[in-house]
């Protein structure tokens, strides 16, 4: 069994999207658990074109190949994942996306792909995003955590104005709110008062399922 | 009075035109550097650490992904623009550049520095077709650049082939269905920086202090 996560790991850091989306069926249709074939592989190979391109060892087309690559697979595992779940309502529901006026979404998609991965409900609203936004489809969805995106200092105080917006519609309280991308920081995130911050995709999902338990 | 300026390859070209006091040595980085902040960073601190025997350092660097932060020049003094990055420095100012950010959505910008010594989206297409074929490279570029809608040149003074340019910039926007817009680039944040003038949207460090985020946010 660990062979295909093994050949799952291979095909996402060669960013092979049709291998990648095969696999996933052959681990559906041999009855493997999904779940294990997502953190023994997908994120596996996420993770290591992740610190190869920290590193400088991997270019960001190869970031982004491997990400397409795990985003073909989880689709195709997610379903079964969710049944695993047991049902909608136990799982954390997240409303995330790049603030407005910043298009970079290659972090912002990995990150939403390994929360995916954890189980949680992901709503991705997308790049340019403005405060309203955020908050009209978490109000939606009913969600509990809205994550935010942002790799330009011109555009991070977005960030800020989410929170601050959420406050002045007296709904701060209702809502986590998480910051993220290159420019962020925790000192960042403690100034506007964010309820966390992760500098990576998979401690993302750590914050996630600490703020939700 | 010696100065070292250390600068990057986007507006080098604004830098060499507008010449120096002529005690300045100009020290370039590759253009590469832009994609990978922690680098840039530790190449600067490199080169401060060598640059300890001049009167002043001059970095023409913006904040850049906030690669300046925690830089320490132990016995020189550092002067460097408040600017986020490339394109508040060339747009002159804090205030105008935050202004095009509102007004101007979904915009890629070129200066005669990018295009010179980077590379460029149409390049880079060029590049990932070679190397991952024609379906990838499509798939590459469309998530890279597919969610713009204009290609902005920043025109600047001292500019000798500016057909050229124009030319460069319409073939990258014609390529990706882009608007183009062209506007006035403005040097006199860099003229005052190159000149070792202290003057709004820059930072002058003593020696022996580390560079923080408050000094982006006075
Ligand atoms: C790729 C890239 C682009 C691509 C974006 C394509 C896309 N679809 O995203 C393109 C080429 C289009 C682009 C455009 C521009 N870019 Co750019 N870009 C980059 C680059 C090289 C890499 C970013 C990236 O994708 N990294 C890889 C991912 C995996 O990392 P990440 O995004 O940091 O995400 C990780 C974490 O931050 C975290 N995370 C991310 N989001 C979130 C959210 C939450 C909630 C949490 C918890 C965590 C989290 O998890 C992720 C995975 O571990 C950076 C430099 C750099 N190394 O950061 C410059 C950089 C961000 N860009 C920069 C600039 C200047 C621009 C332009 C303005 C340039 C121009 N000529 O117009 C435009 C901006 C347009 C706009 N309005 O947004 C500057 C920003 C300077 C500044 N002002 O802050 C940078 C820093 C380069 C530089 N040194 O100058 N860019």
């Known amino acids: 069994m660990s062979e295909i996560f093994e050949e799952i790991k291979e095909a996402v850091i060669d960013g092979d999207e049709d291998l990648a989306g095969e696999l996933a069926q052959k681990v559906l249709d041999e009855n493997i658990n999904p779940v294990e074939a997502v953190q023994q592989g997908f994120i596996k190979g996420i993770e290591e074109i992740g610190n190869s391109w920290k590193a400088g060892e991997a270019f960001l087309p190869d970031v982004m190949m491997a990400a397409d690559a795990m985003k073909a697979g989880l689709a195709v595992l997610e379903p079964s994942i969710a049944e695993l779940g047991g049902g909608d309502d136990d799982t954390g529901k997240i409303v995330l996306g790049t603030v407005e006026g910043d298009i970079h979404d290659i972090g912002k998609n990995i990150v939403g792909a390994l929360l995916t991965a954890a189980g949680f409900k992901v709503y991705d609203i997308g790049i340019d995003q403005k405060a309203e936004n955020f908050l009209a489809k978490a109000e939606e969805v009913g969600a509990q955590i809205i994550a935010t995106s942002a790799l330009l200092t011109t555009t991070m105080n977005a960030q800020k104005e989410l929170i601050e917006y959420l406050e002045e519609k007296n709904l701060r309280s209702k809502y986590k709110v998480l910051v993220g991308g290159g420019p962020t920081s925790q000192t960042w995130a403690d100034e506007i008062k964010a309820d966390g911050w992760a500098e990576t995709a998979d401690e993302a999902v750590e914050l996630c399922k600490k703020l939700i338990s | ?218």
């Open chain 2, 1 to 218: 009075m010696r100065v070292k300026l250390i600068g990057c390859a986007s507006s080098r070209n604004e830098v060499e035109w507008l010449g120096n006091l002529g005690e300045t040595d100009h020290e370039f980085l590759d253009y590469s550097y832009h994609a990978n902040p922690v680098k840039l960073h530790n190449k600067l601190q490199e080169l401060i650490n060598e640059s300890q025997d001049y009167d002043l350092i001059v970095l023409t660097y913006s904040r850049c992904s906030n690669s300046l932060i925690g830089l320490l020049s132990p016995k020189v003094p550092m002067l460097f623009p408040q600017t986020h990055d490339c394109i508040g420095f060339l747009l002159g100012s804090n205030e105008r550049h935050l202004r095009f950010v509102k007004e101007k959505k979904g915009t890629y910008y070129f200066s005669q520095g990018w295009i010179d010594y980077g590379r460029t989206p149409y390049s880079e297409y060029l590049e990932y077709e070679q190397k991952y074929g024609t379906k990838k490279a499509r798939q590459l570029i469309e998530n890279l650049y597919g969610r713009y809608s204009k290609a902005i040149f920043i025109k600047t003074p001292g500019m000798e082939n500016i057909e050229y340019y124009r030319g460069k910039v319409k073939e990258i926007a014609d390529f990706f269905g882009w608007q183009l817009e062209e506007v006035e680039g403005d040097v006199g944040l860099l003229t005052s920086l190159t000149q070792g003038k202290i003057g709004p949207d820059m930072v002058y460090i003593e020696p022996g202090r580390r560079i923080t985020e408050s000094h982006y946010n006075p």
